[in-house]
């Protein structure tokens, strides 16, 4: 079974530019949460989706932008890039349904660094 | 509001010592409690989790951590550390609802020395 599957896993781009990050979920998963990472800051939750909506949000301004997909594909945009979104973006899938489960799955991430 | 407290940001043990990360969380609620383990350039996958059953909690690769709720703590330890469980550790909480939403500690890096 394949697992959460993030692409680009590297990417740079420069000050003021936008970004796409894109999130394939484990197979049946119908969840999908992004979650940054940076040295600073540490993991930090950004979005959850369950079929198609937006259930819960963090803390982050409003150049941070997601949605997720019929087939429970998800994507993040960050749009004019700072140099402080430099991070590791981590997405992760789960099943619904089980309250003794809670398990997330995490994908490998997409790391970005913006110059 | 949930917090999650990290004590050491580095722990360095011996092969084959005790193996103990702490971590203190607050909630007005009980919660779920997580454990999640990142190696370098990888995700975190889960080591255990506490959803309410049974305190004493047994992990993969010979990790457990026991729920104390008097004391708000979730520690994780292991007998004997292996070179391999070199990693970064991260202590979570969540709340018992609908959201899977989690909130990290800032993370314990395990050095273990041969």
């Known amino acids: 079974k394949a697992g959460v599957t993030q692409t680009p896993r590297y990417l740079i781009k420069t000050r003021g530019q936008q970004v796409t990050l894109s999130c394939s979920p484990i197979?049946?998963?119908?969840?999908v949460s992004w979650y940054q990472q940076t040295p600073g800051q540490g993991l930090q939750f950004l979005f959850e989706?369950?079929?198609?909506?937006?259930?819960n949000k963090g803390n982050f301004p409003g150049r941070f932008s997601g949605r997720q997909f019929s087939n429970s594909r998800s994507e993040m945009n960050v749009s004019t890039l700072e140099l402080g979104d430099s991070a590791l973006y981590l997405c992760?899938?789960?099943?619904?349904?089980?309250?003794?489960?809670?398990?997330?799955?995490f994908g490998e991430g997409s790391r970005l660094t913006v110059l | 509001a949930q917090s999650v407290t990290q004590l050491g940001s580095h722990v360095s043990v011996s092969e084959g010592a005790l193996v103990l990360l702490r971590c203190n969380y607050s909630?007005?609620?009980?919660?779920?409690l997580f454990w999640y383990v990142q190696y370098p350039n990888q995700g975190l996958q889960l080591l255990l989790k506490?959803?309410?059953?049974?305190?004493l909690v047994k992990g993969i690769n010979g990790f457990e951590a026991e729920f104390k709720k008097s004391e708000t703590s979730f520690h994780l330890t292991k007998p004997s550390a292996h070179m391999s469980d070199a990693a970064e550790y991260f202590c979570?909480?969540?709340?018992?609802?609908?959201?899977?939403?989690?909130?990290f500690g800032s993370g314990t890096r395990l050095l273990v020395r041969p």
């Open positions: 197979s049946g998963h119908r969840s």
């Open positions: 909630s007005s609620v009980p919660p779920y």
């Open positions: 992760a899938s789960h099943i619904e349904g089980d309250p003794l489960s809670r398990e997330l799955f």
């Open positions: 506490y959803t309410s059953a049974a305190t």
């Open positions: 989706y369950f079929s198609e909506t937006q259930r």
């Open positions: 979570a909480v969540s709340r018992m609802d609908s959201s899977y939403k989690l909130i």
